[in-house]
């Protein structure tokens, strides 16, 4: 078993201190940078963000999500590192107690910070969101409701070329915890 545990620490130590002189290099000369100057370039002033996904089947009390919530997003760079956006996204279901379905939608308005100032990696966008927003909920035979609520979101996007990519991300927003889609930047 010890001969076991030291192989696997071996290998790992090895597997962390292999990392090319290349990539070292500029990995150190970008922490070496003010923090100011810093941008691993995957947010700034001025980005235009444009998002579509879809989101896990959700349920709360006794209704169930028959179809994936699907959401969009957009959101805008107001300095290097922050955003606000918008978000709205649509989500159907059945209670599972009756034949009563439910459709509902959750608009929001959200604050977004990226981590762009201390990750340097350039395909790769770290971000988390705060905000405000509605939840407008027509439940069948129980009625409609509005009520507001309290936003967060964290994700991360990886960029395939300089505008289009994958993202993913958790959060609150009573139609999913979790969602995936695609993301265009301009």
Do not use: C, W
């Amino acid at each position: 078993m010890r001969k076991l545990l030291f192989s696997a620490v071996a290998v790992a130590a090895l597997a962390t201190t292999s990392v090319s002189d290349a990539s070292a290099q500029v990995i150190k000369g970008f922490y070496k940078q003010p923090y100011k100057a810093r941008n691993n370039g995957t947010f700034d002033k001025g980005t235009g963000i444009f998002s579509v996904g879809l989101g896990a089947p959700y349920g709360y009390g006794g209704y169930r999500s028959t179809l994936p919530p699907v959401y969009v997003k957009y959101e805008m760079g107001i300095m290097d590192e922050v955003g606000i956006g918008v978000v709205g996204g649509l989500g159907m279901g059945k209670n599972r107690f009756n034949d009563d379905g439910y459709f509902a939608t959750t608009i929001g308005a959200l604050g977004y910070y990226h981590f762009n100032k201390f990750i340097p990696l350039q395909k790769l966008d770290v971000y988390a969101g705060l905000g405000i927003g509605v939840d407008i909920n027509n439940r069948g035979g129980d009625g409609s409701d509005v009520s507001a609520l309290f936003l967060y979101k964290a994700g991360v996007r990886y960029y395939f070329s300089n505008s289009f990519g994958v993202y993913i991300e958790s959060g609150y927003d009573l139609l999913s915890v979790a969602n995936a889609g695609i993301t265009i930047r301009f």
